[in-house]
């Protein structure tokens, strides 16, 4: 069973007017110069997932300009033996709009059918930056394997911003907390137990694995403020608790959005952030492929890959490493790059596709897919 895309078409999407791409299931290496529309092209992929993508644009940043009439991407999935073909799109100042088998789907069922993971430059300074950054792939992570974790997301998000609301207005209605405290501790529950469970099947998959990236010891920690609880009713105590400091600060000081993901060099025992930048992106992609593994073996095939200019920040033998490991795993790895040589040890497992900017936005070259 495999899990690819057969082809691609966009239409007024970023720098893409009309691009349409025949795809197998082999990797798929994008080369070209810097701004010819490359990374675009992994933006719509990335869109085929639940969320906003790999730069988490909103819908109206997607558009071509200068028209700006709104974009479109359809899409042939191939996923464990069935054929779907999907379509998204945004009309100006609208959004995003969801088809699967031309019937209207909400986001989250596009992760039902297929998984995505990605990397992308500006994910490596994860370790050095704040939490926020960490959250997010974490909580990337975790919906990749539970596509319900995006709801659970939203559900927790809105009760909280609805209570800081009432914090910042220094409302003292105790009822209005209490309804709006129970929303969040539900839904908080559901998401640091998908965060906990995600851990562990990472935690496994690098485990079982032989590979030439180092592994990473995770673990979920909470702020300064003390443990983050677990239950749903341990959730709403801790709300209840911290109303008066959550007031002084106008905003809520405990749950889960105050998580971080730590993460040690296992080989070395030093923390992510000490390491190396090279240590650092070898501890991502590493991360990135244990996801893909825990993903094959749960989901029954492994997830569309998403590398953006991977190559350029790795030595030669590390290159034809992961390379291996992609094409050991099956998976449809879609990367990019600004020359056809940093694929080379790919050989004839992976379509070559050339990306050049014309006239009228990027376009692929011809004769340069296989």
């Keep these: 069973m495999s899990l690819s895309l057969t082809h691609l078409r966009l239409s ?11 795809t197998g299931a082999r990797p798929i290496a994008i080369f070209g110069p810097n701004g ?49 073909q999907i379509e998204t799109w945004a009309e100006p100042g609208g959004a995003r709009q969801v088809l699967i088998d031309d019937k209207p789907a909400p986001q989250v069922a596009l992760g039902r059918i297929a998984r995505m993971v990605w990397l ?16 997010r792939f974490l909580d ?33 209605d105790q009822g209005w907390y209490r309804a709006l405290e129970g929303r969040m501790a539900e839904a908080g529950a559901a998401i640091i137990a998908n965060r906990a469970e995600a851990v562990l099947r990472l935690t496994g998959a690098q485990a079982d694995a032989e590979t030439a990236f180092p592994t990473a010891d995770l673990a979920i920690t909470a702020p300064e403020e003390g443990e983050v609880p677990e239950s749903a009713d341990d959730l709403a105590t801790a709300f209840a608790e911290s109303r008066s400091r959550d007031l002084a600060a106008g905003r809520t000081l405990v749950g889960p959005h105050r998580a971080d993901l730590a993460a040690i060099y296992a080989a070395k025992g030093v ?4 390491c190396s930048t090279g240590e650092q992106k070898a501890l991502l ?11 094959a073996s749960e989901f029954g ?6 590398l953006d200019e991977v190559a350029a920040h790795l030595d030669e033998h590390r290159r034809a490493a992961l390379y291996d490991e992609i094409c050991a795993l ?26 050049c900017e014309g006239g009228n936005g990027s376009q692929i070259a011809k004769g340069t897919t296989a």
């Design 120 to 135: 992308v430059p500006v994910m490596d300074r994860l370790w050095l930056e704040g939490a926020d950054g960490r959250r």
């Design 330 to 355: 099956g998976a449809q790895a879609w990367m990019t790059g600004t020359e056809a040589g940093l694929f080379a040890a790919l050989g004839d497992r992976a379509q070559m596709i050339r990306v």
């Design 12 to 22: 007024h999407f970023r720098s893409h007017k009309a691009t349409h791409l025949e």
């Design 271 to 274: 923390a992510a952030r000490q």
């Design 36 to 84: 010819a529309g490359k990374t675009n092209i992994l933006e719509a992929v990335s869109m085929l997932s639940p969320g906003r993508g790999i730069r988490r644009a909103s819908a109206d940043e997607l558009s071509r300009a200068p028209e700006n009439l709104g974009w479109k991407i359809s899409a042939g999935l191939d996923s464990l033996g069935l054929r779907h």
């Design 301 to 306: 095939a492994p997830p569309i890959i998403l």
């Design 140 to 172: 990337r992570i975790t919906l990749s394997f539970f596509p319900d974790h995006a709801e659970a997301t939203l559900a927790y998000e809105k009760a909280m911003r609805e209570r800081n609301r009432l914090l910042k207005d220094n409302i003292a």
């Design 285 to 295: 992609i590493s991360l990135v492929l244990a996801n893909a593994r825990a993903l």
